[in-house]
């Protein structure tokens, strides 16, 4: 060991001993110094495995607990005798019975918030998630068990039943059946029979049993089960039986879960049928072995299962019941591989009840929770690149068939970087709809000649070296010998490059793709060509072929990379294909290596893209970058300024050149004003193959190993404040051919500008100033998912952190709000309108507000509004108030619930009303009010909301206002008679535009020039988004929904009005199916204020907000949705490129627009446009 390595193991050991009896004595300055110093906050003794939080709780030194908690300590850590923070806590004997009931409490509740967020995300291990339960989740079904003396066995001898639960079980039937046996009981999995024998003893109406094992039935028919009176057994999965007993309309007074080698998530599927099958006043119950080897673990599970219960208006409590017998004894479990009960003698028992009246039974949506995703493809990928992506998955249905879905990309609250969700309801639109959502990111690739320009040489050139003849001044192939030439392409998309690689001399293509849409249309370009002996196109992810489909691989071809460059999943492809032997080393691979440049930069909009605007709900404070990939967008000043006729203009951003680099000038406008603060550098160089081949079988995550960059010393050129770091990548696709470069580029004079890999910014929210005499130290790393990077940091600091990975988002709304919905609730401008409007409604004297419901996804608009008002006059109110958000998405929802909890219990400023007020509730409804708290909440005074609507897919403005005034409608009977709607009425505004670039990427039909595509035809391609849109659902789904503020354009026409609607009455449906679903029609004529190409109508939506026709004011102040870098507006195409000639004689030119809202038969504006001629001036 050197010296510098000696010293550093010196320091370590003594900063650890300082933090050590820092904790232990309640030092918290000196805490805080060290952790500000970089001092892990989840250390742990090597010897004992001691944590700092244990020493924190022992101590009963709350405000200790509170920072490290808060810093990221890990409250589940167990020692080395599996004990936990929480048990520490528990065993304090410090004589104040109150501070230390205060560090267990603060604990506990910070414990359940988190399992809140982090149970519902996604499956845990045992030890990472207290809900999961600890039986393996072997097959089960498919073996065998035996019935020993007392005991049920499986085929690897675990016990699935035991006859010392008999007292337990007794406990449980006692409560279930009463005393009146007057009762429906239904039981869950039958076992050694223990519940429903003493069920049997204690009678009852009706007795149904769920089992499904075939052994165990069997065993059921031959002790007669099958002829008991009364009794009816129902065999199979619960999962596929409970749709069948709700179809038949059956309802059961009492309820017991047992089931074998299932998850809790199986049990929270389970939760999700109880409303629909249980009577009211009836009760639930369940074998609590959740967690039975630590009691705080397991005090956490039962609070969790108590909240999750009570969403679904079930009243829990826990009786104590003793376990006598052989629970502990040795004997009983001899014989076994473990025990699934660890020697407690208490045992919770759940007592449930169903807190309904007869018409008010909950609607429970669940639907991410009973189907998670079980496959996710793109082009045979992950698309991460940015948080309101989109792409193709599969999930599992509950009677074992997978269906396509639509899912999102958002961040992973826990490890960081991208996890992907399935839409909400989008099931049913997946085939047109996933089409559709092609256009959002194909036609830019297939028009980016320069991608396959250079993808085409590369596979020429690594061809002609396995064919061994490659001439040195051109790549040419020449024909050798008959070996055949093995090609996987990963990714294929329409099979482009797979023809390429036929024409380059390969003899056997597999072509595989995981969406099946795409899959398809490769397929039948592959047969246009007259190729499909050459090529195989395999509907599949390249993880599901075997060596049988693709055989000996000589090349593999996958272009599936983001604007992070790994998002999609390019390593762990080549890991997977690696670890499986089905390439080796010689194997050629097209791309081969990267380099990742990087430029620090000030930019102190940033700020505004990730974070929430709430006082205390962050997950950003640490000053580390985080990775939310915004991908960097484009503006033109001018076209505010639609009056003046100004040609078009862009910002110059800079370009990396293959022969030149430029440094990152200031901006005058931009989407993102920003000064570059030194020259680009190289932040990581990754070699694809070697990196996926020499690391196969030490892969230390499901990520890949964390490779860490060099320690750079970045020079500084021009002062100011680092506040992030600028990122892009440059390809080598094949050693001697061009590079391809994902850099700045001007978007109007360089013609290797393209739209689907862009460059992004990495944030960090603790900026440090520097000047240009100084040096920053930067450093990179990533695994096969992720990069991620260390600004400011010295060396040693920023490698612990490094190899700590990805950095993750705590607070969890950033895992489903997407970063344009971030920057809107960052408009100070749109939230200080939507707070004037709300601070008058709830002044005026001849209002009585009790409640405010809000019916927008996301809910912090509502909060937004009320945190920082706080008056006089108003103050008595606000203790009266309800704050109510609808949240269909249960996990949404508690997310959002965490957050508010959070919000309203660390506030500490005496300006946050939101610490005023004692009911802030989210409603898990069901769209009608079904699920409505009348008896707490009242009717509703004011219902709020901005549009916005998380499963909608991507944002569509028009269908979400038009979602907003449907929802408003069927809430009709919840609302109060004077109910006050904030907006009042929403504008449809419509322009003819002028936007060179969408146009020739998206435009036009998708025109495709296939003549610099190599000559392949691709009109399968064109036919499927054809078809798909006319299969749409709703007539926006075939508009291209983009922000104008990321594109240069210009305004033909000024903006018009094209349509109202009026928020503050209901829909008339009556009116609407007398008109053939036509609600309002409408036709206008809009002058041409300039000369230019009438490319695309473009609509969007204003708000106008009111204080209410309550109060009798107009509205207060409009809100455009056109020019905001949140907005999307909707993109109709004109037929063909409609040119506007300059004013001629009398003559003018007008566009006549005819616009129709349809509100039943396919919801939307439907519009025809048209450019006419009109006399006058």
Request: contains cysteine; charged residues 25%; aromatic residues 8%.
């Amino acid at each position: 060991m050197d010296q510098d390595a000696r010293s550093n193991s010196l320091e370590e050991e003594r900063n650890a001993q300082l933090m050590i009896l820092a904790c232990a004595e309640g030092k918290a300055k000196d805490v805080e110094a060290l952790l500000a110093a970089g001092f892990p906050p989840h250390y742990q003794e090597e010897k004992e495995g001691t944590s700092l939080l244990m020493h924190a709780a022992r101590g009963a030194h709350l405000e200790i607990v509170q920072i490290l908690l808060a810093a990221g300590a890990p409250w589940m850590a167990v020692d080395r005798h599996g004990k936990c923070a929480g048990e520490y806590a528990i065993a304090c004997d410090i004589g104040d019975a109150n501070r230390k009931q205060s560090v267990i409490d603060f604990i506990l509740n910070h414990a359940v918030m988190a399992e809140m967020l982090l149970g519902t995300v996604e499956d845990q291990t045992a030890k990472a998630n207290v809900l999961e339960q600890q039986r393996e989740s072997h097959d089960y079904l498919g073996g065998t068990v035996r019935y020993e003396r007392g005991r049920l066995v499986d085929q690897v001898d675990e016990g699935v039943m035991m006859d010392w639960e008999a007292p337990l079980m007794e406990a449980h039937a006692s409560f279930l059946c009463g005393d009146d046996g007057n009762r429906d009981i239904l039981n869950v999995g039958f076992g050694l029979g223990i519940i429903d024998r003493a069920i049997q003893r204690r009678k009852c109406r009706s007795h149904t049993i769920i089992e499904a094992h075939p052994m165990v039935l069997e065993k059921m028919k031959t002790d007669g089960w099958y002829r008991k009176a009364g009794v009816t057994i129902e065999t199979g999965r619960w999962q596929n039986v409970l749709p069948r007993l709700v179809a038949q309309g059956k309802k059961f007074d009492g309820i017991f879960f047992d089931t074998y080698a299932e998850h809790y998530r199986d049990m929270q599927g389970f939760h999700a049928w109880l409303p629909k099958v249980m009577r009211p006043g009836g009760i639930y119950s369940f074998f609590n072995g959740l967690c039975p080897d630590n009691l705080f673990f397991h005090a956490v599970a039962c609070q969790l299962v108590k909240l999750e219960l009570e969403a679904l208006k079930f009243s829990v409590d826990f009786a104590n019941v003793e376990i006598e017998g052989g629970a502990s004894d040795d004997n009983s479990w001899k014989g076994l591989r473990r025990r699934y009960w660890h020697g407690r003698d208490e045992y919770f028992l759940p007592v449930a009840v169903f807190e309904v009246e007869e018409d008010e039974r909950a609607e429970v949506t669940r639907d991410a929770l009973v189907h998670p995703v079980d496959s996710i493809h793109g082009i045979d990928g992950l698309d991460s690149g940015k948080a309101d992506d989109t792409l193709i998955g599969e999930v599992t249905r509950e009677d074992g068939t997978k269906k396509e879905v639509l899912l999102h990309a958002s961040l992973d609250p826990e490890a960081g970087g991208i996890t992907w969700r399935p839409y909400t309801d989008m099931e049913g639109r997946s085939d047109s709809l996933c089409l559709l959502n092609l256009r959002c990111w194909f036609p830019p690739m297939l028009h980016d000649l320069h991608r396959y320009n250079i993808f085409k040489r590369a596979i020429w050139k690594s061809i002609g070296i396995i064919k061994e003849r490659v001439d040195e001044d051109e790549v040419e192939m020449k024909e050798k010998g008959d070996k055949d030439i093995r090609i996987l392409d990963i990714g294929t998309g329409t099979g482009l490059l797979s023809l390429e690689a036929v024409r380059a001399g390969a003899t056997q293509v597999t072509a595989c793709d995981g969406f099946t849409a795409l899959a398809k249309v490769a397929d039948e370009v592959v047969r246009s060509a007259g190729l499909e002996r050459n090529i195989c196109v395999v509907h599949k992810m390249s993880s599901a072929l075997d060596e049988e489909e693709i055989g000996s691989i000589d090349l593999i071809v996958a272009e599936i990379l983001d604007s992070t460059l790994l998002g999609e999943g390019y390593l762990s492809t080549l890991r997977d294909l690696y670890t499986r032997g089905l390439v080796d080393a010689t194997t050629h691979v097209v791309p081969r290596r990267a380099r990742v440049w990087a430029q620090l930069v000030e930019c102190p909009e940033l700020q505004s893209h990730f974070n929430i605007p709430s006082a205390d709900v962050t997950c950003m404070g640490d000053g580390r970058p985080k990775p939310l990939h915004l991908s960097l967008p484009y503006i033109d000043d001018e076209a505010n300024n639609w009056a003046e006729d100004k040609t078009l203009s862009s910002p110059k951003l800079s370009i990396l050149s293959r022969k030149k680099r430029e440094i990152l000038g200031e901006k005058s406008g931009g989407p993102i004003s920003s000064k570059a603060l030194s020259a680009p550098f190289i932040l990581l160089e990754i070699d694809f193959a070697a990196a996926a081949a020499e690391s196969k079988s030490s892969v230390d995550s499901s990520n890949g190993p964390i490779i860490v960059g060099p320690n750079l010393s970045v020079p500084i050129l021009s002062a100011g404040s680092v506040q992030g770091a600028l990122m892009w990548w440059e390809l080598i696709c094949s050693d001697g051919v061009e590079t391809y470069s994902s850099a700045p580029r001007d978007i109007d004079i360089d013609p290797l500008w393209q739209d689907h890999w862009k460059p992004c910014i990495w944030p960090i929210t603790l900026p440090f100033d520097i000047t240009p005499s100084q040096e920053v130290s930067v450093q990179g790393a990533h695994h096969d998912r992720s990069i991620w990077i260390e600004i400011g940091s010295t060396p040693h600091e920023s490698l612990k952190r490094l190899r700590e990975g990805p950095h993750p988002c705590l607070c969890g709304l950033h895992t489903f709000l997407p970063s344009e919905r971030i920057i809107e609730l960052n408009d100070a401008r749109r939230e200080e309108a939507y707070s004037e409007c709300l601070r008058t409604i709830l002044d005026a004297k001849d209002l009585e507000i009790k409640t405010i419901l809000d019916i927008c996804d996301g809910g912090m608009t509502l909060f937004n509004m009320i945190q920082g008002w706080k008056t006089a006059s108003n103050s008595a109110r606000l203790h009266h108030l309800n704050l109510v958000s609808l949240e269909e998405d249960v996990w949404h929802g508690a997310v959002l619930e965490k957050s508010c909890l959070l919000l309203k219990a660390e506030s500490r400023n005496a300006f946050h009303a939101i610490h005023e007020i004692p009911q802030i509730k989210i409603w898990h409804g069901a769209g009608r009010g079904e699920n409505w708290d009348s008896a707490c909440w009242g009717d509703v005074q004011v219902l709020c909301g901005d549009g916005y609507y998380s499963n909608i897919g991507v944002n569509r403005p028009i269908w979400s206002w038009l979602n907003f005034w449907i929802l408003r409608t069927a809430l009709a009977p919840i609302l109060a008679r004077n109910v006050v709607i904030l907006p009042f009425q929403v504008r449809l505004m419509a322009s003819v535009i002028e936007c060179p670039s969408l146009f020739r990427v998206y435009g036009g039909g998708n025109p495709i020039d296939e003549e610099k595509l190599g000559g392949w035809d691709h009109t399968a391609f064109r036919r499927a988004m054809s078809e798909a849109a006319s299969r749409a659902v709703f007539d926006e789904d075939k508009d291209l929904a983009v922000s104008l503020a990321d594109y240069p354009h210009r305004f033909l026409t000024p903006p018009a009005l094209l349509m109202r609607m009026d928020l503050h009455h209901a829909i008339d449906w009556t009116a609407s199916q007398a008109h053939d679903g036509a609600y309002r029609r409408n036709v206008i004529h809009v002058p041409f204020c300039r000369a230019g190409n009438a490319h695309a109508l473009a609509l969007w939506i204003d708000v106008d907000l009111t204080y209410g026709a309550a109060v009798g004011s107009e509205p207060s102040l409009s809100l455009s949705g056109c020019l905001h870098r949140y907005s999307r507006q909707s993109l109709r195409w004109m037929s063909g490129e409609s040119v506007v000639e300059e004013r001629t004689g009398e003559r003018n030119k007008c566009v006549e627009i005819k616009a129709m809202l349809d509100v039943v038969s396919t919801p939307g504006i439907w519009t025809d446009c048209q450019i006419i001629e009109v006399d006058g001036d």
